[in-house]
């Protein structure tokens, strides 16, 4: 196309930018990222679910004459609607060169960055709030992070961090009462030296509004001079942005193929994803009659490019100003927009755009239908209403007000509370006889029961003139029941679920409309009401935590000291360097993935013809492009795929665009095979599995059932789940151009595997490949050995084009080909006593690997048994072979899925005995009784549709690689003669804050300042053969080759440091290089006495064992299957602690991780083994809001351990498995439900414990209606 376009005019951090090619296809994000080089902002999804992307972006409105700032999601943002935009970057609000902005400094303080990689986004959230309300109360706080995730936090410590800009300026209000809230008395403790302060507040600058970046005056002048058409012309697409609705009319009717865009938020989606074209695109944002907001006599006037937070502002308004019954529409609409995406979607979505998508989970169009709101719908020359069609636009919106005797409500059921679309949602409207509760007219419309939104008219119609009682309530559960009917295999599965909450929720609004006119005709409360029709309320959390301080007296010594995470300062700036953001070489290329769509089939051919026909593609590598062994990376031509997402082949080009348009464009003709393995019980039924098939016996397990009073069977079965770490895999390869050299950047947990594997492929031996690694932007296990499958391909082509190439896979992408956390299924048989107690058992584990064994031969033998001692015991585990991409490592590693089977047959146990589940637990203990919680819990609560359940989980996690080789560490400490230390090790950085201990190791060791030794990297050419940093033992393998190679040092040192007893460091060091010491040392260190045989069931697996205990409690809706996490309180035992602030981190970011895995995490594959949930939208993980209100975290104390540096432990993987105390909480809260029916005993409940797991498990008379009508 390439037509002369219009210079798109911004600024960004306050500089000027004219662009005289702005490219329509290219997003804000992009461009800051490759254009102008500031790689602050993240890629975390594209797809606008994780925020990472965050920045703010400020504009002049000349109407109101004022300026405002909003934050938005630079991934969706198309460049060009940026045009007279000021845009703010994290870069732009403060630097460690220059100076920090109190945002930034708060979040690093509190220990609110770990991995750092959605740190940006988060401290622009918070940036943005605070330019628009510099006092915000919490609520404001937990709603601006509505659409930001973490992934490593557990968002404490940033909720925490934060609450000090808010009024109460960082108190709770008491709502943490117990040890360290400050509104109880601080030494109330018996260890005078335990503390819970992690940092000191006071330490905090002060925000000072007045210092913030002005607006550009420029841009207040332009924005006030009349505006005009203005066209930018891309290579492929042309933007037309008109300026009065007429212009827009007519462009509309020269272009009726032309795609309306404002907010983006949906066909950036469709362009991105669905792979959808659109070469004209017509930006009415900034036209002022589709902006128009007015007062009408039904109601108000909404334009349709009017946002979806200013929709909010103006109701908000309205509903304070107007009486109560004239607002119940607009109350369900700001129902609605509480729980619609996140902040940085709503800043820019539109009210026309929601209607237009005309999704069938809109959670605004069932409330439009329900209140029966007028559209009007324009083309040039006609202007009517409805129906919608062709080269037409939606102009405005009328929103109707309500009149007395009208009742109104708007429900969304989503499986996450926050930012996540709707299973179900819907709007419900009754209009009464006057004085009476005889109803007049009555509208039901809901989504996500059709393609499209739908009125239960047949239901409405059966309804008219009946009496608002019991009787109608039947009635219309009965019909509901019949009219709302899905087909069983309707797109969207939980067919059973949806159909239920058709009728649960219009329970709900039976109860609401019950209560309200109850209070408006008989002016009095049904009490039983009340519990049904609150609205679910984002509760302010609060927190302790507890730890034991470092002496009186020991204050120079760094071990054991809350210390920040090293990097945190310049991760809370944007100045930490990750993977994508070193700087792109000149000749570089990038690269994208060719994917099997077929799980299993025979590559038949590949076409590449399209493919090199788009601009800028340099070349299609495939298995032929392999110089050395194709044995180790799946860059294959022609053999078999064996799952979606098997990497067929990659595509090179000059951009990333451009690749990924190219590689999507090449055709791959396959002979599909049979059979098709998906599940582990499709693998059972075929025999797949992995050889071998192991299995850990102790005691007479026979005898054990003989002597037992009771035997039971059950059967468990625990979801997979994706690492999501916030930075997706990422390899840059540059080739060194002489003796086969090749300088690897990669985002990777194991340095070492991925230089042997990248070597072995290009057939050069590892001397010649170096790995180097700065940080990762969290790995979780993930990057293990995962990270293997794209560096291999990168350098591959990298050395094939001889150029540097670099790829980072979309999220989209890394989810397709990497796999996560095994699925498994588990059946058992256990023989009890009358008091609970266990004699024997036998269970058999399946796993579902995928299509190779990776790490799949995990530790869920080791941890069958959790925390319990079991005489008699027999475990048996299969490795099962199916048709995904294969499965590997995920913090705890096979542990947390046997630990969960293990508490499924004790909570059964309990269950068939009658008798509390901590009563089971404690005739079957094996720990010591000193681990054990102090918390206080409220009483279940007796209400029918609400209960509240309690349970108290332990964990015990073995310490050590299973495969013994791998338990060595090695380390190189370089002393330079000005004193400084430069340390390197063979661990990796992801967040966990491995450097930083490091570092504090090193510090007591040598007897010298943190400050003076610095971790630049992780590299091959420094510390060799290193195992990855995986099974939580890398600070205790790293630290104590750290420490090997210090003493060392110090021996080396000795000398002069006996010659000058009362100098420095430096005197020392220095004296040593002028005498011509060595002042570098290798240190080296491997666990002692492992091995464990499973021929002869003997021996050592792990060095040692980490325990820990949580009791948490929760509320479930039992209409709906919600839940709230209410409270947990957690002890955990790290040994002596290196680092009580790190070490709380991962207690609570790993405790959060499990939180998703059993309470909210799923991955959805088609029968044909595709998967469906590639992305924030589909999967999700936990959002701020899902934190437990009262989260209590204590450190054991006086619990060293001689097995680990400095007498630590290891922390990262073991506290994961207590959120399953979440999860047992909710089976009792179950348990309760069911008794409501009657129904008492053991009964089934699989992981992840899902709204619709819930509710299905609630048994009531809906449920039972819909399975009367429908075969559950
Ligand atoms: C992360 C994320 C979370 C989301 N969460 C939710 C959610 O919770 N609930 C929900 O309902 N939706 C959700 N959505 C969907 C989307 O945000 C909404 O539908 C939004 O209102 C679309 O508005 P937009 O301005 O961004 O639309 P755009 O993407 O700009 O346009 C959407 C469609 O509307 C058409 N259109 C826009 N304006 C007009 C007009 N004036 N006349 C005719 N056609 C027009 C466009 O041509 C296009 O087909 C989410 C999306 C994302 C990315
Ligand atoms: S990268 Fe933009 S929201 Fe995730
Ligand atoms: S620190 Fe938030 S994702 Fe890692």
Known sequence: ?????????????????????????????????????????????????????????????????????????????????????????????????????????????????????????????????????????????????????????????????????????????GKAQSNGCCMTNEHTQEHVNVTQKLYDQSEFMPLDPTQEI?????????????????????????????????????????????????GNTEVG???????????????????????????????????????????????????????????????????????????????????????????????????????????????????????????????????????????????????????????????????????????????????????????????????????????????????????????????????????????????????????????????????IVFFVVVLFQLDSPSSVQLYQAVPPGYSDDVVGQPIMHLSALKQATGEAIYCDDIPCYENELHLALVTSTKAH??????????????????????????????????????????????????????????????????????????????????????????????????????????????????????????????????????????????????????????????????????????????????????????????????????????????????RDEDMLVTGGRHPFFGHYKVGYMNNGRVMALEVTLYSNAGNSLDLSLSRALFHMDNSYNIPNIRATGYVCKTNLPSNSAFRGFGGPQGMMIAESWMSDVALSCGLPAEEVHTATFSLSQSISTSGQFHHRSQHRWTKRGLSIIPTKFGISFTAVFLNQAGALVLVYSDGSVLLTHGGTEMGQGLHTKMVQVASKTLGIPCSKIHITETSTNTVPNTSPTAASASSDLNGMAIYNACQTLLQRLQPYKDKNPKGCWEDWVKAAYFDRVHLSANGFYKTPDLGYDFETNSGRPFNYFSYGVAVSEVEIDCLTGSHKNLHTSIVMDVGKSLNPALDIGQVEGGFMQGLGLFTLEELRYSPDGYLYTRGPGMYKIPAFGDIPIELKVSLLRDAPNEKAIFSSKAVGEPPLFLAASVFYAIKDAITAARAESNLTGPFRLDSPATPERIRNACEDKFTKLVCSNFHC
């Open 601 to 810: 089939a025979l590559i038949k051919s590949i076409d590449t013809s399209d493919a090199m026909a788009v601009p800028g593609v340099v070349a299609f590598i495939s298995a032929k492009d392999i110089p050395g062994s194709n044995m180790t990376g799946p860059v294959v031509y022609d053999e078999t795929v064996t799952c979606v997402g098997h990497i067929v082949g990659a595509i090179v080009a000059d951009t990333q665009a451009h690749a990924q348009r190219a590689a999507k464009a090449v055709k791959i003709s396959y002979e599909e095979l049979q059979p098709v393995i998906v599940t582990i019980q499709d693998a059972i039924a075929n025999k797949s599995f992995f050889q071998p098939v192991r299995s850990i016996e102790r005691g007479d397990v026979a005898q054990g059932f003989k002597d037992s009073d009771h035997i039971l069977h059950g059967e468990m079965h625990i979801g997979g789940q994706e690492q999501f770490y916030l930075e997706t895999n990422c390899t840059l390869a540059v080739p060194r151009g002489e003796d086969g050299e090749m300088e690897l950047f990669v985002s990777t947990q194991s340095a070492s595997k991925t230089q042997a594997l990248v070597a072995k492929a290009l057939g050069v031996s590892a001397n010649r490949v170096v790995c180097r690694v700065k940080r990762m932007g969290g790995g979780f296990g993930g990057k293990e050995s995962r990270s293997t499958i794209l560096s291999t391909v990168v350098a591959v082509a990298a050395h094939t084009v001889k150029r540097p190439v670099r790829c980072m896979l979309d």
């Open 1 to 173: 196309m390439l037509l002369k376009g219009d210079d798109l005019v911004f600024f960004v951090n306050g500089k000027k930018i004219t662009e005289k090619n702005a490219e329509p296809e290219k997003t804000l994000l992009t461009y800051l990222r490759r254009n102008l080089g500031l790689t602050g902002t993240k890629l975390g999804c594209a797809e606008g679910g994780c925020g990472a992307c965050t920045v703010m972006v400020s504009k002049y409105h000349p109407h109101q004459n004022r300026i405002i700032h909003y934050a938005v999601n630079a991934c969706l943002a198309p460049l060009c609607s940026l045009h007279h935009c000021a845009v703010t970057t994290v870069e732009g609000i403060g630097s460690m060169a220059s100076k920090l902005h109190p945002v930034q400094e708060r979040i690093a303080k509190a220990h609110g960055s770990q991995c750092g990689f959605c740190t940006p986004g988060i401290v622009m959230s918070m940036y943005a709030l605070l330019r628009n309300n510099p006092q915000p109360s919490m609520h404001d706080v937990q709603e601006a992070f509505q659409g930001n995730l973490c992934r490593c936090t557990g968002y404490r410590p940033i909720l925490e961090g934060y609450r000090s800009f808010t009024k109460d300026g960082g108190c709770c209000g």
């Open 214 to 262: 002005i607006f550009p005056p420029e841009l207040m002048v332009l924005s006030k001079q009349p505006q005009r058409e203005l066209r930018f012309a891309g290579e492929r697409v042309l933007w037309i942005q008109p300026c009065s609705l007429e212009e827009l009319l007519e462009l509309k009717a020269t272009y009726p193929n032309a795609k309306l865009v404002v």
């Open 269 to 527: 989606i469709e362009m991105k994803f669905k792979n959808l074209f659109y070469p004209v695109i017509l930006a009415p944002a900034y036209i002022p009659e589709l902006n128009i907001i007015q007062n009408t006599q039904d109601g108000i006037q909404v334009g349709a490019s009017v946002t979806l937070t200013v929709l909010g502002d103006v109701l908000r308004a309205a509903v304070k100003k107007l009486p109560a019954h004239q607002t119940e529409v607009f109350k369900a609409v700001l129902e609605q927009l509480r729980w619609f995406a996140g902040q940085q979607i709503r800043n820019v979505a539109a009210v026309g755009g929601n209607i237009m998508t005309a999704s069938p989970i809109s959670d605004l169009n069932p409330v439009f239908m329900a209140a029966s709101c007028k559209l009007t719908v324009m083309s040039k020359g006609t202007t009517f209403i409805f129906p919608v069609q062709g080269s037409k636009v939606v102009a405005f919106h009328d929103l109707i007000q309500n009149t007395e005797g009208q009742y109104f409500s708007a429900f969304k059921q989503s499986p996450r509370k926050e930012d996540d679309i709707a299973i179900v949602t819907c709007g419900m409207n009754v209009f009464f006889k006057e004085q009476s509760n005889i109803v007049q007219s009555i509208r039901i419309s809901y989504g996500g029961m059709a393609p499209v939104t739908v009125l239960a008219t047949a239901t409405c119609n059966r309804l008219l003139n009946r009496q608002w009682n019991e009787e109608l309530l039947e009635e219309a559960c009965t019909s509901l029941a019949e009219e709302m009917s899905l087909s069983p295999s309707a797109p969207g599965g939980m067919v059973t679920y949806r159909r239920t909450l058709t009728i649960s929720l219009f329970y709900k609004f039976f109860l609401n409309v019950q209560h309200k006119l109850s209070l408006d005709l008989l002016k009095e409360v049904f009490n």
